[in-house]
């Protein structure tokens, strides 16, 4: 099956092009190829299938189904088992990618090891139990490593913990992607020098010393601005402020750290807020443009930049031999980021599925 879509603008993964043809089988392919079908899309716009850097899947396919016809072709798990579980995710067609964490490490003492259903692997209490965690991702074949830190031990693991299990992921090529929702807990992620943050503190804003090490280090942000918004309103008390975390973005921006759009989408029992798989990238969308970031520069944090930095050399752009993962929209998304949201049509590996 081969579709053509006619006299429709690209964003390529960080500008958009005049209007031209796209033609696509499972990849997409020569502009002057024949089609079975044949899209008009004048007055919309192309996109790369939208990834989503941070969701969960719960409840199994209809979460992946739930993300394929909001434009989200691939999502970054960042806790699942079991393995067989994984597995099956990963096997299912027509429906968004999905790559995994598996079980990601946390400290004895803090909220996740007390969260139903927490399998005791995930517990790691010492620097000295970090090789074998790592080891059992690896044999779960985990796509990368995930780390929950927290401010101080014992709450959370000390920071030879967190130094060791970063040691371990690298020794074995895996990127590590560390939980943090504290100032304190920044530091403790920065210190062992991980690739990624996710979330973004609520406490307070980030200060400079921090924000100075992440550049430097080349860390990059996924600060699920969607979930902290919902959690700043479910811990109102405990001083933690959504306007934290969103000017923690703005000066993620102004100080060139790459920001990737992620939502922490769950259907998780006990979660303390649950954004919709799909939609909420939209929602996340717009919270980036709010931070400051541009439009054009949002799509890219949803599409090439995450691409990038996770090693997913075959999709997150518009080009020739890419994966056929594509979303067409109504409107000028680059000039008004809500565009995104009038999704006309979706394509995963060619197949059209929306
Ligand atoms: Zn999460």
């Known amino acids: 099956m081969t579709t053509a879509i006619e006299n429709v603008r690209v964003f390529d993964g960080s ?20 089609a ?15 990834i989503d850097a941070h969701v969960h899947v719960v409840r199994g396919r209809a979460d992946l189904e ?41 400290g004895p003492g803090g ?31 985990a796509d990368y490593v995930k780390v929950v830190t927290e401010a101080a031990s014992p709450q959370g693991m000390d920071q030879a913990t967190v130094n060791a299990l970063v040691t371990a992921a690298h020794d074995h090529g895996l990127l590590v992607v560390a939980h943090a929702v504290t100032t304190g807990a920044f530091r403790v992620a920065v210190e062992a020098g991980v690739d990624v943050s996710t979330h973004a503190p609520l406490d307070a804003v ?16 996924v ?22 975390a969103r000017d923690t973005v703005t000066r993620f921006r102004e100080a060139g750290i790459r920001v990737l759009a992620g939502t922490d989408a769950n259907s998780a029992p006990g979660a303390p807020f649950a954004p919709k798989h799909g939609e909420s990238l939209h929602h996340e969308l717009g919270l980036l443009v709010a931070a400051g970031l541009t439009p054009a520069e949002a799509l890219a944090a949803a599409t090439s930049l995450p691409a990038r930095t996770f090693g997913l050399d075959d999709r997150g752009v518009v080009a020739q031999g890419g994966r056929a993962d594509l979303v067409l929209v109504g409107g000028d998304p680059v000039e008004d980021i809500t565009a995104t949201r009038n999704t006309t049509a979706v394509w995963i590996a060619g197949e059209r599925v929306r």
Not at 210 to 219: L, P
Not at 223 to 244: D, I, K, N, Q, S
């Open 36 to 50: 079975d079908e044949v899209v008009d899309g004048t007055g919309k716009v192309l996109l790369p299938g939208l």
């Open 66 to 106: 739930d993300l394929a016809l909001a434009g989200v072709t691939t999502g970054l798990d960042m806790a699942a088992w079991p393995a067989g579980f994984v597995d099956g995710m990963r096997r299912q067609k027509g429906v968004a990618q999905v790559l995994s964490a598996t079980v990601p490490a946390v």
């Open 206 to 221: 980030l200060d400079d010393d921090t924000i100075a090490r992440m550049r430097e280090a080349g860390m990059v942000s």
């Open 15 to 34: 500008a958009l092009g005049a209007p031209r043809r796209v033609v696509f089988g499972e990849t997409i392919g020569g502009a002057g190829a024949v």
């Open 111 to 141: 909220h996740h090891a007390r969260m139903p259903g927490f399998p005791a692997e995930g517990i790691v209490t010492g620097p000295d139990e970090a090789r074998a965690f790592v080891a059992r991702r690896v044999a779960d074949g």
């Open 223 to 244: 600060p699920t601005l969607t979930m902290m918004e919902g959690t700043a309103r479910v811990f109102t008390g405990a001083g933690f402020r959504y306007e934290h």
